[in-house]
T-cell receptor, first 116, second 114 residues
Framework: SAVISQKPSRDICQRGTSLTIQCQVDSQVTMMFWYRQQPGQSLTLIATANQGSEATYESGFVIDKFPISRPNLTFSTLTVSNMSPEDSSIYLC?????????????FGEGSRLTVL | AQKITQTQPGMFVQEKEAVTLDCTYDTSDPSYGLFWYKQPSSGEMIFLIYQGSYDQQNATEGRYSLNFQKARKSANLVISASQLGDSAMYFCAMRVYGNNRLAFGKGNQVVVIP
């Protein structure tokens, strides 16, 4: 399984500010996925990030609000822009396990954001 | 579109007993995978078990087993010999092959009591 590190693990942010979450993987992976989990809810896919190309966003998520970088095969960032209290969530980075053919995803510890 | 349904309310389970978590899914695609994840209060998502749509046998992984009934489109998770550390949210998920998206159900809350 892949080891995924996310930073920050948690943060308290002011309305209107932006925060960048970092995701580091211990192996090279083609695709990285960013999920959001609002309080008491399930996980929702925000976007898929491939190295060397623009991220692919799911319905309801836009690049201006959630810009993503993928500079290499082991690292990605997600920025939550112009935050409002509705953005208070856990944001999770995930990747497919290297060598796996079953398609399960492994997740980072998550970044728990609270917007005041 | 993929749809995962988990409708059970929160469950209290006596330590050392077994618990079954229900999951039904809906897809028209014949090739897919089903997954269960555990999310303790710390927030991390822990992969537990996988079942492929073409697998003939039910998946097992230690104390976890998956009761796969393809015709009914159900993939229930069975946790045997519950431990206090099993207290968590449990999410059922599905991935249609050829699609990157892993779709999650709403989750089941399990509390194991001594």
């Amino acid at each position: 399984s892949a080891v995924i590190s996310q930073k920050p693990s948690r943060d308290i942010c002011q309305r209107g500010t932006s925060l960048t979450i970092q995701c580091q993987v211990d192996s090279q992976v083609t695709m990285m996925f960013w999920y959001r989990q609002q309080p008491g809810q399930s996980l929702t896919l925000i976007a898929t990030a491939n190295q060397g190309s623009e991220a692919t966003y799911e319905s309801g998520f836009v690049i201006d609000k959630f810009p993503i970088s993928r500079p290499n095969l082991t690292f990605s960032t997600l920025t939550v822009s112009n935050m409002s209290p509705e953005d208070s969530s856990i944001y999770l980075c995930s990747v497919e396990g290297a060598g796996q053919n079953t398609g399960e995803l492994f997740f980072g510890e998550g970044s728990r954001l609270t917007v005041l | 579109a993929q749809k995962i349904t988990q409708t059970q309310p929160g469950m209290f389970v006596q330590e050392k007993e077994a618990v079954t978590l229900d999951c039904t899914y809906d897809t028209s695609d014949p090739s897919y995978g089903l997954f269960w994840y555990k999310q303790p209060s710390s927030g991390e998502m822990i992969f537990l078990i996988y079942q492929g749509s073409y697998d003939q046998q039910n998946a097992t992984e230690g104390r976890y087993s998956l009761n796969f009934q393809k015709a009914r489109k159900s993939a229930n998770l069975v946790i045997s010999a519950s431990q206090l550390g099993d207290s968590a949210m449990y999410f059922c998920a599905m991935r249609v092959y050829g699609n990157n998206r892993l779709a999650f159900g709403k989750g089941n809350q399990v509390v194991v009591i001594p």
